[in-house]
């Protein structure tokens, strides 16, 4: 059985014209799925019985069940973890801002990048989602979220899983949810974030997207990088930021780079100049986070104070930084916490 959330419009449209369904037909289930969040077949009652049944009998619409749903103790930030239909499981959060509803997307179950500070990672890789996966997390908060008279504002995919390494997936999730005729959530309200994979970042930069950019740096120097993102031994710092380069000319659009600040690791001076030198004259914007806790890295969080000397070299230098709050940490829903684990 195929899961309704991977059908593309022309997909499902010609499923029911084999079906010998008027066009009409998909269209009230577009609709359906995408503008009032129906996910179970008995919701389409526009749709004559037989369909529904036929529709139930031959599509599973029930990609995600909520396993365990944790809400932080400032009432912010809900972390669900969700069941997929082979029983691995992914976890994706919604942290609310003022009126902003920020939701945070899982990619894969698990990651192969193996990034030292992050659970995800340290539990490895099991497999890429679908694009239905991805869009059945949106639409499982969209559903939430309207039964509150609320939306979904943005969408940051940063949860589990390099959605770079499962690209194509990842950007039909992006293009269904972004669709007109459906849930119509506009490409810039998309933030797409990489370990810094450079071939797909200059294939991203082709596609000339409207989805931002953002790309976890956290070391300015390859030896240091290295060490903390395996990854960076395969592309190193100035090969990734001549990528960066090429995206700024071909999109005009401004990147993000992550720092997670590592207490004395890249909290230093000597890391904020270094990062502000290599940095110079691109656009870009640094969102510095202090360290979130994972259960096998012993670094320890960043202070307030090494954290804003960080910053304050950066802006002395003409590179704009900001420190980000951290959410969640009381339900383990923070930046690199992420796990399949109830
Ligand atoms: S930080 Fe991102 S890319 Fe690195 S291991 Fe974690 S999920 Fe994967």
Redesign the pocket.
Known sequence: MRLIYDFSFPDLASLLLEWDEPSYRAHQIWKGLYRNFWNVPTLFTQLPNRLRLKLAGTLYFDALTPAAIHQSSDKQTIKTLFKLHDSLAIEAVLMKYDQRHTLCVST?VG?????V??????MGFKRHLSCGEIVAQVMYYARMLAAENEVVTNVVV?????PFHNYDNTMEAIDRLNDPQGYNFGARRFTI???GLVPVILRFAEEKRQVNLAI?LHAADDGMRASM?P?AKRYPIDELLTACHKYVTATGRRITFEWALVNGVNDTPEQARLLAEKLRGLLCHVNAIPLNPTPSYMGQATTRKRAEMFRDILTRSGVPCTIRLRRGLDICAG??Q?ISKA
């Open positions: 894969q990651c192969a990048m193996g990034c500070f992050c659970a995800t990672g340290q940063m949860g589990m899983g390099e974030s990489t370990v976890s993102l990854v930046c690199g992420l």
